[in-house]
């Protein structure tokens, strides 16, 4: 972490998380901060449901809530960005204070809520944007008072595939009450039919993205696993936020309710994606998130089974510059090590991590 960095976590870190967060995106508006020179380097490319990342790093959702900065992510030299998550109606979220810094952990619990400013706003930023360069994926999800929190997907892939390279149905966080119940069969059965029959008749085509928990039981991945299949849904995110608390340092802040993130998600989501690779087989797409906080990091989850992977807690621990010096640690990785592509690492650690479940 250069000593830029220490000076603005130090700034940032004396006002309370969610304030930080807003002062951040505000930051990026203006074209700060900057991050590491942007490493470009072929062997990083990666061609997946007929996107082609220049890098697999990308930023995960929940960050760029509304749509605001996707542009001034991809600056910082991530690969890809998704924004969201973005519900039809406007909604606060739940009540301050929400976001709880564990620093001890280098970790994160988050009861937000789905808190944004609604389809409208995020299309007509996304609008404005429409044929520029970068791949943005857009993360859509349910208000939490809807009569039909299905139909709020089928709105969501309706409104954003014009402007979306890949949609991401998220029915795995666990601060709205009753979402993750849409992970079990006879339900996700139900959302992915109608989702991609959506998509259908939307004026674009994206590929589609299910993001799932990473506390989820064997039988749970089973069926995920066979509905993702049957319904030709393109790829799966693992994971998003974990309820589990166990091993944390911080004990003041682990009572808090709301899912963590950060540094101790890191072994179990890649446990479940490694698990899901093994399920999905080897043509469905997987992007790996939880923990992610370095180079070394990233290449497990590429290892254990994932195409791409994203972060968002570890920036907050490691400053701006982190995905600049991943991408960069990536690429020396692929000169050591003599790879054509990075993707001669996929699944290389499949097996092991798998069993760690």
Same mark, same amino acid.
């Given at each position: ?203 674009? +085509? ?8 990473? $506390?989820?039981? *064997? =039988?749970? @991945? %089973?069926? #995920?696993? &066979? ?55 080897? +043509? ?8 992610? $906080?370095?180079? *070394? =990091?990233? @290449? %497990?989850? #590429?290892? &254990? ?53």
């Amino acid at each position: 972490m250069s000593v830029l960095d220490r000076i603005g976590q130090k700034l940032l870190f004396s006002f309370d998380p969610e304030t930080a967060h807003g002062m951040s995106i505000a930051a990026l508006r203006c074209g700060l901060p900057v991050g590491a020179t942007t490493t470009r380097d072929a062997r990083l490319k990666t061609r997946l449901c007929s996107l082609d990342f220049p890098n697999p790093l990308g930023m995960a959702a929940g960050y760029d809530k509304n749509a605001e900065v996707p542009d001034a992510l991809l600056g910082l030299g991530f690969g890809f960005a998704e924004v969201g998550t973005i519900t039809p109606q406007p909604q606060s979220g739940n009540p301050k204070p929400r976001i709880f810094r564990l620093m001890a952990d280098e970790a994160v619990i988050n009861r937000l809520g789905f808190n944004n400013e609604g389809h409208a706003a995020a299309e007509k930023r996304l609008a404005a944007r429409k044929g520029r360069p970068g791949i943005i994926g857009v993360n859509i999800g349910a208000n939490k008072d809807s009569a039909d929190r299905i139909a709020d997907y089928e709105r969501g892939v309706a409104r954003f595939a014009p402007y979306a390279s890949y949609l991401t149905v998220n029915i795995s966080s666990p601060n709205t009450p009753g979402l993750r119940n849409m992970q079990a069969r006879e339900q996700l059965g139900e959302l992915l039919s109608r989702v991609m029959a959506a998509r259908a008749t939307a004026l674009a +085509q994206p590929p589609v993205f299910l993001k799932i928990a990473p $506390d989820l039981v *064997e =039988a749970g @991945l %089973e069926d #995920i696993a &066979a509905e993702v299949v049957e319904k030709e849904v393109d790829g799966v995110i693992v994971s998003n936020t974990t309820l589990a608390r166990t091993g944390l340092r911080s004990a003041t802040m682990a009572g808090e309710a709301g899912g963590l993130s950060g540094k101790p998600l890191f072994e179990r989501s890649t446990a479940v994606l490694a698990r899901m690779r093994r399920l999905l087989g080897p +043509q469905i797409a997987i992007i790996g998130v939880g923990g992610v $906080d370095s180079t *070394e =990091a990233a @290449l %497990e989850k #590429i290892r &254990a089974g994932a195409d791409l992977v994203q972060l968002y807690t570890g920036m907050i621990y490691a400053g701006p510059a982190l995905p600049g010096r991943i991408v960069a640690g990536m690429a020396r990785f692929v000169e050591k090590e003599r790879l054509k592509s990075i993707r001669e690492l996929r699944d290389t650690g499949c097996a092991s991590w798998s069993e760690r479940l």
